[in-house]
Every structure is written in C-alpha cells, then in structure tokens.
C-alpha cells in the first residue's frame, strides 16, 4: 500500500489550495478511515481532518467551516479543500490510513 500526497504549494493568505492523496494497493472505499495530517517547523504532526465511514468528517478546530476532506472512490484518492488559508496553516500535510503514511506535501502562506 502507498499513499502519494500532492497539490502543496506557496499561497498568499486568503487563498485556496487543494491537496490530492493518490492511494494504491488498496481500494478506498473500503478503508474505514482516512486522514489528513499535518507537521509545522518546531511542532508535533496534528491530525486536519478524517473522513470516517462510521462517523462522517470530522475537523481540527482551527480548520473547521474552511477546509474538506473527500473521497473519490472512482480515482481512489482522496482530497483536502482547503479555503481561506492562514499564515498557521503552514506545514507538511500528511495523508493518512491505518498503519500507512504518505510523502508529505509542503504548503506554505505567506500573511
């Protein structure tokens, strides 16, 4: 199983970005669970979002009502809107499913 992140960039605050996890060996749509993570410079990596077949979407409070995760089972990836970017939301974003990490993908705001 991989996962490949991609869709990272540099924005100015204010704008959107949205990052793509192209999975393989599995098929997403049978994972319970997938999950957008993210590292800032000197932080812990930080669980963004999680799409959940049980119990829906669920966000970090610092990115509620701006950011998105879906699925796309015909293209088995999975996606992060993220809207109205913030200088915080600087970081590695990591997608995530049970056991396995993906290369992450850099965004970087500038205020």
């Known amino acids: 199983v991989q996962l490949q992140a991609s869709g990272g960039g540099s924005v100015q605050a204010g704008e959107a970005l949205r990052l793509t996890c192209t999975v393989s060996?599995?098929?997403?749509?049978?994972?319970?669970?997938v999950a957008w993570y993210r590292q800032a410079p000197g932080k812990q990596r930080e669980l963004v979002a999680r799409?959940?077949?049980?119990?829906?979407?669920n966000y970090a409070d610092s990115v509620k009502g701006r950011f998105t995760v879906t699925r796309d089972s015909g293209m088995n990836a999975v996606y992060l809107q993220m809207n109205s970017l913030k200088f915080e939301d600087t970081a590695v974003y990591y997608c995530?499913?049970?056991?396995?990490w993906g290369r992450g993908t850099l965004v970087t705001v500038s205020s």
């Open positions: 060996g599995v098929r997403i749509n049978t994972m319970a669970s």
């Open positions: 799409s959940s077949i049980f119990e829906g979407a």
């Open positions: 995530y499913i049970p056991e396995v």
